[in-house]
C-alpha cells in the first residue's frame, strides 16, 4: 500500500458517492487520514465501509452527514475535523448538483430558484468552505483542489445554463484564490470532468435506464467522447491526489486539468472525417 499522503489530513465534500467517494477512498489507501461528509448517511456510511474494507484503521475515517450548503453544516466540517485529526492539509471541494426546473424549462426559461439553489451549493459553499478552512490550510502550508466541469465552456450548454455558469465562476474562484493563498504557502487548482459515471444524474431524478440511454449514446458518439468511453470516478481521483500531492505538482497554481475523453477538443464539423462526407 502507498504511503504518499501519511500524516496528511485530507477533508473531501461530497463523498457519499461518485467522484468524491472513490477520492476519499483513494487518499485513505494512500495514508491520509479523511473526513468523509455528504447528506445521505447510509450511502456516506457505504463509503466508510469501503474504506475499512481496504484495511485502513477505523481511527483514519471521520464520516459527518451534514447539509454543506448550510454555513452551520460548514463549521460543523471544519471543527470535527480540527478536533479529531488536529489539522487540515487537503480541501478538496468536490460536492456539486444540478437541478432540473419542476416544468423541465431550459436556456433562459430555466426558474430562478434553480439558479439559487445551484449556486448555494457549487460556488457560495466553496467559498465560504474555504474561507473557514483557510486558517488551518495556511499552517499545514496545504493544497485545495476544486472539482470543476467542462459545462464551464468556452462551449455553450443550454439545458443547464445556470450549472454551467456556476462551474465558470468556480474556474475563476481558482485561480484568483490561488493566487491570494500563495503568498501563504497554500496551492489551489481544480479538475473538470467530462462525463463520468456517478450518481450525478440519479441526484437530478433521471430513472437508472434512461442514464443508462443517454450513457450508451454518448458513448458510441464519437463527436460526443473520442474515447469511446464514460469517464469512472476512479479516473478524477487520481487527478485530485496528483493536484494535492506537492511532490508531484508543485509547480501548478491555479488551473484546472481537463479530464474528459476529448469531448472539448471536438466541433460536430470536425468529428466527422472530410473524405467520408466528401465521398457520400
Ligand atoms: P454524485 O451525485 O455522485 O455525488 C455528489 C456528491 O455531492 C454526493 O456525495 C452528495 O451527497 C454531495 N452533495 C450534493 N449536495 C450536497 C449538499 N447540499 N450537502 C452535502 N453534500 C452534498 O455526483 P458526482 O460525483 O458526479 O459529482 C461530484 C462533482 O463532480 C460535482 O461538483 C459535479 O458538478 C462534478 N462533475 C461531475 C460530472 C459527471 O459527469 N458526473 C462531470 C463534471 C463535473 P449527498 O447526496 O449525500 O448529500
Given at each position: 500500500?502507498?504511503?504518499?499522503?501519511?500524516?496528511?489530513?485530507?477533508?473531501?465534500?461530497?463523498?457519499?458517492?461518485?467522484i468524491?467517494?472513490?477520492?476519499?477512498?483513494?487518499?485513505?489507501?494512500?495514508?491520509?487520514?479523511?473526513?468523509?461528509?455528504?447528506?445521505?448517511?447510509?450511502?456516506?456510511?457505504?463509503?466508510?465501509?469501503?474504506?475499512?474494507?481496504?484495511?485502513?484503521?477505523?481511527?483514519?475515517?471521520?464520516?459527518?452527514?451534514?447539509?454543506?450548503?448550510?454555513e452551520?453544516?460548514?463549521?460543523?466540517?471544519?471543527?470535527?475535523?480540527?478536533?479529531?485529526?488536529?489539522?487540515?492539509?487537503?480541501?478538496?471541494?468536490?460536492?456539486?448538483?444540478?437541478?432540473?426546473?419542476?416544468?423541465?424549462?431550459?436556456?433562459?426559461?430555466?426558474?430562478?430558484?434553480?439558479?439559487?439553489?445551484?449556486?448555494?451549493?457549487?460556488?457560495?459553499?466553496?467559498?465560504?468552505?474555504?474561507?473557514?478552512?483557510?486558517k488551518?490550510?495556511?499552517?499545514?502550508?496545504?493544497?485545495i483542489?476544486?472539482?470543476?466541469?467542462?459545462?464551464?465552456?468556452?462551449?455553450?450548454?443550454?439545458?443547464?445554463?445556470?450549472?454551467?455558469?456556476?462551474?465558470?465562476a468556480?474556474?475563476?474562484?481558482?485561480?484568483?484564490?490561488?493566487?491570494?493563498l500563495?503568498?501563504?504557502?497554500?496551492?489551489?487548482?481544480?479538475?473538470?470532468?467530462?462525463?463520468?459515471?456517478?450518481?450525478?444524474?440519479?441526484?437530478?431524478?433521471?430513472?437508472?435506464?434512461?442514464?443508462?440511454?443517454?450513457?450508451?449514446?454518448?458513448?458510441?458518439?464519437?463527436?460526443?467522447?473520442?474515447?469511446?468511453?464514460?469517464?469512472?470516478?476512479?479516473?478524477?481521483?487520481?487527478?485530485?491526489?496528483?493536484?494535492?500531492?506537492?511532490?508531484?505538482?508543485?509547480y501548478?497554481?491555479?488551473?484546472?486539468?481537463v479530464?474528459?475523453?476529448?469531448?472539448?477538443?471536438?466541433?460536430?464539423?470536425?468529428?466527422?472525417?472530410?473524405?467520408?462526407?466528401?465521398?457520400?
Amino acid at each position: 500500500m502507498s504511503t504518499r499522503f501519511s500524516g496528511k489530513v485530507v477533508l473531501v465534500t461530497g463523498s457519499s458517492n461518485g467522484i468524491g467517494r472513490a477520492t476519499a477512498i483513494l487518499f485513505a489507501q494512500e495514508g491520509a487520514k479523511v473526513t468523509i461528509t455528504g447528506r445521505n448517511a447510509q450511502r456516506l456510511e457505504e463509503t466508510k465501509q469501503e474504506i475499512l474494507k481496504a484495511g485502513i484503521l477505523e481511527d483514519h475515517v471521520l464520516a459527518i452527514v451534514t447539509d454543506l450548503a448550510t454555513e452551520e453544516g460548514q463549521d460543523e466540517l471544519i471543527n470535527k475535523t480540527i478536533k479529531k485529526f488536529g489539522k487540515l492539509d487537503i480541501l478538496v471541494n468536490n460536492a456539486g448538483a444540478a437541478f432540473n426546473d419542476a416544468e423541465a424549462k431550459t436556456g433562459v426559461d430555466q426558474n430562478v430558484s434553480i439558479y439559487d439553489k445551484i449556486m448555494q451549493i457549487n460556488l457560495r459553499s466553496v467559498v465560504t468552505l474555504t474561507q473557514k478552512a483557510k486558517k488551518y490550510l495556511v499552517e499545514a502550508k496545504g493544497e485545495i483542489v476544486n472539482v470543476s466541469s467542462i459545462a464551464a465552456g468556452p462551449q455553450a450548454y443550454p439545458a443547464l445554463p445556470y450549472y454551467a455558469m456556476s462551474k465558470s465562476a468556480l474556474d475563476q474562484y481558482t485561480r484568483s484564490a490561488a493566487i491570494d493563498l500563495i503568498q501563504h504557502g497554500v496551492r489551489v487548482n481544480s479538475v473538470s470532468p467530462g462525463a463520468v459515471a456517478t450518481g450525478f444524474r440519479q441526484a437530478m431524478g433521471m430513472p437508472a435506464e434512461t442514464y443508462e440511454k443517454y450513457t450508451q449514446f454518448l458513448q458510441s458518439h464519437k463527436e460526443c467522447i473520442p474515447y469511446g468511453s464514460i469517464g469512472q470516478p476512479i479516473d478524477i481521483a487520481h487527478i485530485i491526489a496528483f493536484l494535492g500531492d506537492r511532490k508531484l505538482s508543485s509547480y501548478i497554481i491555479g488551473q484546472t486539468i481537463v479530464a474528459d475523453g476529448g469531448s472539448t477538443l471536438v466541433m460536430g464539423m470536425q468529428a466527422h472525417n472530410m473524405m467520408d462526407i466528401l465521398k457520400s
